[in-house]
């Protein structure tokens, strides 16, 4: 092993290539990621390998993965900072992934609260990729040796069995993974339903209103935030029990900077009105150089597929020297 003296912590995270991009994925995951590319070495992932846990129309598919990819780019990932790669371009990780499978029990693989969840929404489609997701994670971040995975509290219990699954491995064999913390960002939102704010902002929301996608148009925007719910003392004053007001002062607070007394003094004695539109305005400018970036790239394929293929080069040989690692610790004969 080389001396980790120069070596900065390795992050990795990956979201899903899955149609739209919310303000939710950008405010809680996304923007934090931009921001640790200085101070480790990240690597980022389009998880397209999860996706088809759920049955994808081919074209569609195809389009929504080149899309992620360049709206990550538009929202800060830098290719020359970070590894920035798409997942089934990296074969190590459908291979490490059935290696993983046969050292993760049954029984875990049936707590995970996802799984159930998912298992109860897509009943007709309770496939052994959705119950084997985790461990397909698990093998994601061992790959890379990672120190740190910034999740929401969503993926916890994943990485919990990743860590679970890295200490099984390591006390079978020698120490072969490092075992991966949870990274909790210092500035993190968790971005509720714009109609509905007990729940979490998501593209899959029945109700569009109660998300805002990256690539909605200004109008789209400012429309939403306008109908968005709160509650009847029309007071903007950051308190329990008013969810609503709480997750447009979040969302606020994230894309001007501004702190919450700060926020509660702007708007001292004006109405939600006024509140909502600021809100909607605030997010529209934010969003506005992340998708005039976005046309940019998108319109320039072959950018797009120099950065990922660059990507899963360099992702491809830090994640072939640890799976063949593990091939030899296991005892598979070497095929040369
Ligand atoms: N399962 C994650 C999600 O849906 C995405 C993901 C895949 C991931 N592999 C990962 C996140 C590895 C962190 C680390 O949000």
Redesign the pocket.
Same mark, same amino acid.
């Given at each position: 092993m080389e001396a980790n003296t120069e070596r900065k912590p390795v992050i990795?995270?990956?979201? #899903?290539p899955s149609g739209t991009i919310t303000l939710g994925n950008y405010l809680g995951?996304l923007k934090n990621w931009v921001s640790l590319q200085d101070e480790y070495d990240c690597i980022f992932?389009l998880?397209d390998?999860?996706t088809i846990t759920v049955r994808q129309e081919p074209a569609k598919f195809r389009k929504n993965t080149l899309e992620a990819y360049a709206l990550l780019l538009a929202c800060g990932i830098d290719p020359e900072k970070s590894i920035f790669f798409i997942?089934s371009h990296v074969s190590a990780h459908a291979e490490l992934a059935w290696v993983l499978n046969c050292y993760t029990q049954f029984g875990e693989l049936s707590r995970m609260t996802?799984f159930k969840d998912k298992a109860a929404k897509h009943a007709d489609n309770v496939n052994a990729g959705l119950f084997a997701?985790?461990s397909?994670?698990?093998a994601?971040?061992l790959l890379y040796q990672?120190d740190l995975?910034?999740?929401?509290a969503? #993926?916890k219990q994943?990485?919990e069995l990743?860590r679970n699954i890295a200490e099984r491995f390591n006390s079978a064999y020698s120490p072969t993974f490092t075992v991966p913390d949870g990274y909790i960002p210092k500035q993190g939102a968790r971005v509720m339903s714009l109609q509905d704010p007990s729940r979490k902002m998501s593209k899959s929301d029945e109700n569009a209103n109660g998300y805002v996608a990256l690539l909605d148009p200004p109008e789209v925007v400012m429309k939403k935030f306008k109908r968005a719910v709160t509650d009847s003392d029309a007071c903007v004053k950051y308190a329990e029990g008013k969810d609503g007001v709480n997750n447009l002062m979040g969302i606020y607070a994230c894309v001007t900077g501004k702190s919450y007394e700060e926020i509660e003094q702007e708007f001292q004695g004006r109405g939600y009105g006024d509140f909502k539109t600021a809100v909607g305005e605030a997010v529209v400018e934010h969003l506005r150089p992340i998708q005039e970036r976005f046309q940019k790239y998108i319109a320039d394929k072959a950018y797009l597929e120099q950065c990922y293929r660059n990507g899963a080069e360099r992702a491809g040989r830090i994640a072939g020297r640890t799976l063949a690692k593990v091939m030899k610790k296991i005892g598979f004969l070497p095929a040369r």
């Open positions: 990795f995270s990956a979201i #899903q995951a992932s998880a390998l999860h997942q996802q997701y985790p397909l994670m698990a994601d971040i990672a995975v910034p999740v929401g969503d #993926q994943h990485l990743t």
